[in-house]
Structure formats: C-alpha cells, structure tokens
C-alpha cells in the first residue's frame, strides 16, 4: 500500500528562526494534506494541496507540492512558541488517508 | 471543532477483558476512522466505515473489530485487551473519502 515518509521526526528551533518538514510517498498522489497537533489534543486539519508544484500559504507557514506529485513540504519562518506541536501530512489512498510518522517541533525561546 | 465525541476519554484495564470505544458524531458524515497514535508511528488506522453497516481493514486491523448500526456511532471493539493496544486512540470523520479528517478528541486506553 501507499507509503508516506516524514523527516525529520524531531526539530528543535530557536525562536525567530525558519525551518522545514518534509513528505515522501511512494506513489503519485491525488492530494495531500497537513494537520497539526498540538500537546494533549488531537490533529486539526490545516490545509490540502491538490495540484501539482501548487503552493500556499496561511500566515508564516508556506505549504508546497511537489511537480511529480509525490512529494510535499511545509515552511515556517520566524518560529514562534504557538508553532509547538507536531505536525503530519497524509495522503489520499482511495477512501481514507495515509498519514507520515510526523515531525515534533520543540521551540526554544 | 467539528461535533465528534469519544468515550471514555480515559480507560485503564486488565489483559484479556473486552474493551469497547465509542464515536458519536453529529455531522451526518458518511466516513468514520479509528486510529491509533504510538510515539514514532504517527496515525495508524485500524478500521475505517463508509456507510452504515459498511467497514474495512486499515494497516494494523489484527485484535480489533468495529461495527457501525448508525450513522452516527462507530463502535471500536478490543475482543481480549493485550498490552500491546495501549495507545492513544483517535476517532476521525469525513464527508468525502480521502478528503478533510475532523478528529475527535481521542481515548487514552492503558491495558496492563
């Protein structure tokens, strides 16, 4: 089955600074979405990106397909401490989602 | 947030008894999904429903059976707990296959 890799599994980012995640799969996929979860709660959709070398953006966050569509990343710059949790991406499989192992961001201010 | 609630909320139990979830939903959504979330596994699904009385497998089903009378419960079911199933379990809707997950608020099982 569909295969989505996430690296780094842990980042730990002086406030101010920028970084990036990353999202392999194995196959080509239709779409793909990030969520973010916050410690203790639960994943809370943040986007989806469905065509291919499509970008978007929500505030410091830029959100990126790949052209072969099998890959995605998520940038934020000037981490701040509400940028804490842990964020996956997924992608569609038929009727449900595969999703990454996710990256933790620990932020040290 | 979406209306999705999950009980218990917290539950600590011995191996071998029967442990049942549950999932209600007040957003009339098609797809229900039960996850587990284990430190460096991310989201695992177990089983999914697409309709009512309508379910499949996900990637780690084995030990677990759900089952779905209603649209809007999806009832997860650990036959014989096992040390193994402590986790974190999440319940997710959808209204669209594959599309935008709403989660709930997640079960907390501890089997010892």
């Known amino acids: 089955g569909q295969q989505v890799m996430q690296i780094p599994q842990y980042q730990h980012v002086q406030e101010g600074e920028d970084f990036t995640t990353y999202c392999n799969s194995s196959?080509?996929?239709?779409?793909i979405q990030w969520y973010k979860q916050r410690p203790g709660g639960h994943p809370v959709f943040l986007i989806q990106?469905?065509?291919?070398?499509e970008v978007k953006k929500q505030k410091r966050l830029t959100f990126q397909f790949g052209e072969a569509k099998k890959n995605s990343s998520l940038h934020i710059t000037a981490t701040q401490t509400t940028d804490v949790g842990t964020y996956f991406c997924a992608g569609r499989d038929d009727y449900k989602l595969s999703f990454g192992a996710g990256t933790t961001v620990t932020v040290r201010a | 947030d979406a209306g999705i609630t999950q009980s218990p909320r917290h539950k600590v139990t011995e191996t071998g008894t029967p442990v049942t979830l549950r999932c209600h939903q007040t957003e009339n959504h098609r797809y229900m999904y039960w996850y587990r979330q284990d430190p460096g596994h991310g989201l695992r699904l177990i089983h999914y429903s697409y309709g009512v009385k309508d379910t499949d497998k996900g990637e780690v089903s084995d030990g677990y059976s759900v089952s779905r009378s209603k649209t809007e419960d999806f009832l997860l079911t650990l036959e014989s707990a096992t040390s193994s199933q402590t986790s974190v379990y999440f319940c997710a809707i959808s209204d669209l296959g594959g599309d935008t997950q709403y989660f709930g608020p997640g079960t907390r099982l501890t089997v010892l």
């Open positions: 196959t080509t996929l239709s779409n």
């Open positions: 990106l469905v065509k291919s070398g």
